[in-house]
């Protein structure tokens, strides 16, 4: 899909970018799936995030096709 996330890990704060598919959504879930953070974008190619969240790996959902994986260090 062309996603990815920098830095990674980070401390809750990332740009997340695309090669060639705009990003429109984007959901956060921890690993047990517990949605933690949802957001709906204008068709960016690159968008910085910045998540309260505690330290550990979660799952990134963009465009409810395409799966990251994000690491937080607190």
């Given at each position: 899909?062309?996603?990815?996330?920098?830095?990674?890990?980070?401390?809750g704060?990332?740009?997340?970018?695309?090669?060639?598919?705009?990003?429109?959504?984007?959901?956060?879930?921890?690993?047990?799936?517990?949605?933690?953070?949802?957001?709906?974008?204008?068709n960016?190619?690159?968008?910085?995030?910045?998540?309260?969240?505690?330290s550990?790996?979660y799952?990134?959902?963009?465009?409810?096709?395409?799966?990251l994986?994000?690491?937080?260090?607190?």
């Amino acid at each position: 899909g062309g996603f990815s996330i920098f830095p990674n890990p980070n401390h809750g704060e990332f740009v997340l970018s695309s090669i060639l598919i705009p990003i429109q959504t984007v959901a956060v879930y921890s690993l047990s799936g517990d949605l933690v953070a949802e957001y709906h974008l204008p068709n960016q190619l690159s968008t910085t995030l910045q998540l309260n969240l505690v330290s550990g790996m979660y799952q990134i959902q963009i465009n409810e096709t395409h799966w990251l994986k994000l690491v937080v260090r607190q």
